[in-house]
Structures are given as structure tokens and as C-alpha cells.
């Protein structure tokens, strides 16, 4: 079965440039998260989709970051304007939700965004 | 809130040797918990799991317990590989504002010589 694939892998971009990334999630996944993964902060969610509606977008660190999953079968993150600061490995990863906490996450092999 | 604190890394074992990483949690409930892996230039792989208390989590030699009264689920390992080098991420699930949202620990980098 084919997993969490996300695009692009790699993303160099200008300061000021708009950035879009993008996931499919895994068949019959209701849920999403996008996280954000630096050395400094380690991994961060920035917000969470069940059934495509948002949950809680209370880790998207500011209005230049907005998330939106038109579908069951596809997400974007977009920067607008980006900044040097944004540069990280972005992650998306779904999961089954049907009731049950124990359902594990499935991961993406993350975009690796670089500003400059 | 729910927090996950790991042992700070890197941790650098010889090949063979024996493995402990620690991890603890804080819950407002009863959460799930969970091991996972991240190899260089991906992402995070499910190690393991336990969903109540004394469940044993286990897979690829790797074991961890889930242990309420001490809130904790440390991971062990017997005998490392080389291959076993990798970011190492203990988790929990529980009921947050209505749903079910994972939090992760910062994460403990494990080094294994030959």
C-alpha cells in the first residue's frame, strides 16, 4: 500500500517567495496533521484535520502560514510571504481515527524547505 | 496538559551492547503510548506500542512497558545493531479539547559503532 507521500522532497526558495506543500494521505485516513521539525524545537504541530474539516490550528506560528484540505485525498500547507526562519522539515502524517486513542500516526518522508 | 520528556541524546553504544532510553509522560487521562524511529532523510516509522497499563510493546528486539505508577515507558533493547542508529521519539495519545492528539518527546539520537 503506498504510504504518506508528500511534495516536493527538497524546496529552495527566496525570502518573500510563496511556498506550497503538499500531501496525500493514506486511503481511508480521516485524519492529517502537519508538523514542523527543527533542532531547536524539535518536532511541532502546527494543526490537525479530521474528516478535511481543521481541529485545532493553534500551533501555525503565524497568519503566514495557512493549511487547507480540500479533499480526503489532499492537503496544502502554504507560506506567504516566507522568511529565512521557516526553513525546517515540514511533515505530514494521517492516521485512522474510529473512536480508539491508539491509533498510530503514519508519516510522510517530510519536504525539507531551506529560505534564503 | 499532556507533556513527553526523553533522555537527552546522543546516546553512543558499541554494537552489542545493552540499550535503555527513558521516557516520561504527564496525562490529564489514560493515554496510549508509543516508540517511534526516524532514519536519516525520513520520516517517523511506529517502533512500538502499549495501550494500557503493564502492556509490553514490542518489536525488531526493541521492548517497552507501559507502567501507570511511575508514569513512564522506557525502551530496551538487548543488543544493538549498527543499523539501529536512529532519532528516537516516545509519544502518547489522549483526549485533548475533544479529540485525539499525539504529543511527542524532543527526541533521543542514538549513535551505534562497530
Known amino acids: 500500500d503506498a504510504g504518506v507521500i508528500q511534495s516536493p522532497r527538497h524546496e529552495v526558495t527566496e525570502m518573500g517567495q510563496e511556498v506550497t506543500l503538499r500531501c496525500k494521505p493514506i486511503s481511508g485516513h480521516n485524519s492529517l496533521f502537519w508538523y514542523r521539525q527543527t533542532m531547536m524545537r524539535g518536532l511541532e504541530l502546527l494543526i490537525y484535520f479530521n474528516n478535511n474539516v481543521p481541529i485545532d490550528d493553534s500551533g501555525m506560528p503565524e497568519d503566514r502560514f495557512s493549511a487547507k484540505m480540500p479533499n480526503a485525498s489532499f492537503s496544502t500547507l502554504k507560506i506567504q510571504p516566507s522568511e529565512p526562519r521557516d526553513s525546517a522539515v515540514y511533515f505530514c502524517?494521517?492516521?485512522?481515527?474510529?473512536?480508539?486513542?491508539?491509533?498510530?500516526?503514519?508519516f510522510g518522508d517530510g519536504t525539507r524547505l531551506s529560505i534564503l | 496538559g499532556n507533556s513527553v520528556t526523553q533522555m537527552e541524546g546522543p546516546v553512543t553504544l558499541s554494537e552489542e551492547a545493552f540499550l535503555t532510553i527513558n521516557c516520561t509522560y504527564t496525562a490529564t487521562g489514560y493515554p496510549s503510548l508509543f516508540w517511534y524511529v526516524q532514519y536519516p532523510g525520513e520520516g517517523l516509522q511506529l517502533l512500538l506500542k502499549a495501550t494500557k497499563a503493564d502492556d509490553k510493546g514490542s518489536n525488531k528486539g526493541f521492548e517497552a512497558t507501559y507502567r501507570k505508577e511511575t508514569t513512564s515507558f522506557h525502551l530496551e533493547k538487548g543488543s544493538v545493531q549498527v543499523s539501529d542508529s536512529a532519532v528516537y521519539f516516545c509519544a502518547l495519545s489522549d483526549l485533548t479539547g475533544g479529540s485525539y492528539i499525539p504529543t511527542f518527546g524532543r527526541g533521543t539520537s542514538l549513535i551505534v559503532h562497530p
Open positions: 502524517a494521517s492516521s485512522l481515527v474510529s473512536g480508539t486513542k491508539n491509533q498510530p500516526q503514519h
